[in-house]
């Protein structure tokens, strides 16, 4: 597989994984809701694979675990985004 399937790949993975999380996250009061902390597991492990070949933007994100903006950055919805304290 080339780089560029490889990337894409990736970020299909990180995609599923943020649309879980964001569907899991308003079912934690509910009986049997999601495991978070699973799912940080694998975003954790996921941001692991993106290196300095990604977007800073996104790479930006994920450090700072701000999952919601990383959704939005893939959507194309950047501009949805707005400043965090950061000032980014």
Avoid: W
Avoid at 3 to 23: F, G, M, P, V
């Amino acid at each position: 597989m080339d780089i560029a399937a490889q990337k894409e790949k990736t970020l299909d993975r990180l995609a599923r994984t943020l649309d879980e999380y964001l569907d899991a996250v308003p079912r934690q009061k509910e009986p049997n809701p999601p495991d978070l902390l699973a799912i940080f597991a694998r975003l954790d492990d996921l941001e692991a694979e993106i290196d300095a070949g990604y977007p800073a933007q996104l790479r930006h994100y994920l450090r700072q675990k701000s999952y919601r903006k990383a959704h939005l950055y893939l959507q194309g919805r950047e501009g949805e985004n707005l400043l965090g304290n950061c000032g980014r």
